[in-house]
């Protein structure tokens, strides 16, 4: 469908802060990277502008990166 974007779900052991989670992700390169983003304003949590990268996130948030969508999710043992 035109318009929708796929979420790409990054498995996570537990909670997990923003800046982590966008190097687990691939979202950045490095970690030096990651405040470049957050000042741009390029980065969303569950819909809203977030600039602090110690942001702390949890299995079920939604983080937005330069319109790629990215949910984090619980690590299932199984996979």
Known sequence: M????????????GAIRLGQFL???GAVDQGSD???LLV???VEVNGEPE?????????G????V??????VVRFDHGS
């Open 61 to 64: 948030d939604r983080v937005s």
């Open 40 to 42: 741009a304003g390029a």
């Open 23 to 25: 190097k687990l992700s």
């Open 2 to 13: 035109a318009g929708m974007t796929a979420e790409r779900r990054i498995q996570v052991r």
């Open 51 to 59: 600039d602090r990268r110690g942001r702390q996130l949890s299995p």
């Open 34 to 36: 990651v405040k470049d």
């Open 66 to 71: 330069s319109g790629t969508v990215y949910r």
